[in-house]
């Protein structure tokens, strides 16, 4: 099952901080990074993510289990740089055939994955850490985003876990109707492709029916509408975005230099 609620402890110095500024935060520490393909500044950014990690109240196994795909994502991207690159100069670590393995490629290939793992944490980190209603609040409030947009999003980050369910009722609803594909892998994909549409037949339908409903209640009425919940964006809040902003300009600098 998708999992997106806050696993962070909420007394943490940084997990306390305004959403929006986290947001902006995770985007001005990130950003940067992708303007080098150097080893260097990537791996100083992750270090310093890693470092800071323990101020947002989360711990390291927690982030590894919500940060797996990323391991996935990265031998892909090592996979297609060793079969496809074109700049192939260096030292020859490993020549079987076509399959030809040079220093520059595995520097290539480590740029992007550091750069990878840089970029995402931020983000994966900002979301472990924040309410998704606080969020959608700030964004109204200190963003200035439109309520309609903000309480949308909000109600389908909501909608998500419930997709993990509804495949696994899927899957289980079919295998006692004896709809399996054993150990073909065509019919695996067969099975794999058909249950993904009926989870978005059914991801659709929920959506109109959700939206039938919040207009039914007012939710895109004119009115300027009021907040239960208030979301400051105090003097910490602006010491986080500039720590953001100093962190990746010196990263980018010791890369240059």
């Known amino acids: 099952m998708i999992d997106l609620e806050p696993v962070a402890r909420p007394n943490a110095p940084l997990a306390r901080r305004n959403p929006v500024a986290k947001l902006a935060a995770a985007l001005l520490f990130a ?82 994955v550091l750069r990878l793992f840089a970029v ?12 998704p209603t606080d969020l959608a609040d700030a964004l109204v409030q200190n963003a200035k985003a439109p309520a309609r947009f903000a309480i949308g999003a909000l109600a389908a980050f909501r909608l998500l876990p419930l997709l993990g369910q509804e495949w696994q009722m899927i899957a289980m609803a079919r295998r006692a109707r004896g709809v399996e594909a054993g150990r073909n892998p065509l019919a695996k994909l067969r099975l794999f492709i058909s249950t993904a549409f009926t989870l978005l037949v ?56």
Do not use: H
Request: hydrophobic residues 60%; glycine residues 8%; charged residues 15%.
């Open 202 to 257: 059914g991801a659709i339908r929920r959506g109109t029916r959700l939206a039938v409903a919040m207009d039914a209640r007012g939710f895109d009425s004119a009115v300027p509408r009021t907040f239960a919940r208030r979301q400051p964006f105090g003097t910490a809040d602006w010491l986080l975005l500039i720590c953001a902003t100093a962190l990746s300009a010196t990263a980018l600098t010791i890369s240059i230099a």
């Open 120 to 131: 995402a944490l931020p983000g994966i980190i900002v979301f472990a850490t924040t309410d």
């Open 31 to 112: 950003f940067p990074l992708l303007a080098t393909l150097d080893p260097v500044a990537p791996a100083i950014a992750l270090a310093v993510e890693l470092a800071v990690l323990p101020l947002f109240g989360l711990r390291y196994r927690v982030l590894a289990r919500r940060a797996w795909p990323l391991l996935l994502a990265a031998g892909g991207v090592l996979v297609t740089l060793v079969l496809f690159a074109t700049d192939r100069s260096g030292r020859v670590l490993l020549d079987a055939g076509p399959l030809m393995v040079t220093t520059s490629v595995l520097l290539t290939a480590l740029g992007l």
